[in-house]
């Protein structure tokens, strides 16, 4: 089989000859990697199973308003090592304003003051009128042909209407606004399901797919929200646009980190064709076997090797925690191998972890075949 034929049997529950292996973020078009990477990439490229992101853009609040314009400021930083990076939304109704902290040497940034903190910005960033994006997916085409067999090319819807609302006023308030003012929290995820049903149904009327992926589920699981949030302002919002994606033939992937034991049976309920990285404990609470048993006739498990044993584990304790692994996922198809994170860790890789990603792949292979 090729990959893209072996990925697709998978999604399918057809078993294919192996277990497909993915390696997020690694595809052929990388360019820039530090030399400790590049064997990593290499391998993978050779000999694993390529699914790319890919997106065409969908405006700003997923608008193609003009009414909504932006400016940005970097000003001196308030923490050692980093600036603080000050980006306004003028909107019809005022300006909205949001802080983060970038860093100077390279190493990851935080949000310091997000978008909405009252119901002022709320009604602020609703004042912008909704004007439906219509971008060109004409690039689409030109990816899938160039990765050709070697993969598949995974549209990116970005991420479901909650991981919206959230990211705009950050889990601290969500939270509160979620017993506090939960219709507004209602208002703002309908508004957001409403503007990415279009965009989705756009990019369907366009003939790109067959496979989705995005973002989001992870923050509102236990313990952030409650089983009651997830199956409100996840499934029901999810369900909606997966459907449109099922019915157009094509297969939605969601990531989602964390414990997932509580809503793991919502991921079906929403219409997911696949789930990552199901993490295994002490970071996740659902066991492979488990899954497999409670969800693995109706949905891909795409996982669930630990980043964090990648970095750590001895080789020979690795290696055996990938033949598990394996052994555990592949009865009855439905199962892609593959990391919970990608490889490019900051700022290089150590001879460990590139021993250990490098086992990853070689055991995969020797144990996945069907």
């Known amino acids: 089989m090729t990959s893209r034929e072996r990925v697709l049997a998978v999604l399918n529950g057809d078993l294919p000859d192996r277990v497909p292996i993915w390696c997020w973020g690694v595809h052929p078009w990388l360019t820039g990697l530090h030399l400790t990477v590049q064997p990593v990439v290499d391998a993978y490229l050779e000999r694993g199973d390529t699914l790319h992101w890919w997106s065409p853009g969908s405006g700003v609040f997923l608008t193609a308003s003009d009414a909504v314009t932006v400016s940005a400021q970097t000003l001196p930083g308030t923490r050692a090592g980093f600036v603080d990076h000050v980006v306004t939304f003028h909107t019809p109704s005022g300006e909205l304003t949001e802080v983060n902290y970038i860093s100077t040497e390279g190493k990851p ?85 409403r503007r990415l049903a279009d965009w989705v149904g756009w990019l369907l009327s366009q003939g790109v797919g067959p496979l989705f992926g995005y973002v989001g ?52 309920r929403m219409g997911a064709a696949a789930l990552h990285p199901i993490e295994p404990p002490p970071m996740g609470d659902v066991t492979l076997p488990e899954a497999k048993g409670r969800v693995g006739d109706d949905l891909c498990i795409v996982g669930n090797i630990q980043h964090h ?25 439905r199962f892609i191998l593959s990391p919970t994170a990608t490889p490019f860790g900051w700022p290089t890789m150590t001879d460990l972890q590139r021993e250990n990603w490098l086992a990853l792949l070689e055991v995969g292979l020797e144990e996945g075949r069907y």
């Open 109 to 193: 940034g935080y949000r310091k003051k997000h978008l909405l903190e009252s119901e002022g910005d709320a009604r602020r960033l609703l004042s912008i009128p909704w004007v439906p994006p219509r971008p060109d997916c004409s690039a689409f085409f030109e990816l899938d042909r160039e990765l050709g067999d070697r993969g598949l090319v995974m549209v990116s819807t970005g991420s479901d209407p909650l991981y919206w609302v959230n990211n705009l006023i950050g889990s601290e308030v969500f939270a509160i606004w979620s017993l506090d003012n939960r219709d507004l929290v209602a208002t703002l995820i309908a508004e957001f399901a």
């Open 309 to 333: 044993d990648i970095c750590t584990l001895p080789t020979s304790q690795f290696r055996e925690l990938v033949r598990r692994t394996v052994a555990e996922g592949k009865p009855g198809g």
């Open 217 to 268: 589920p992870e923050l509102c699981i236990p313990p952030l929200q409650s089983p009651r949030d997830f199956e409100e302002w996840v499934v029901g919002p999810d369900a909606e646009i997966n459907g449109m994606i099922r019915d157009a033939g094509g297969y939605p992937l969601v990531h989602c980190h964390g414990r997932v034991g509580a809503v793991l049976e919502g991921f079906v």
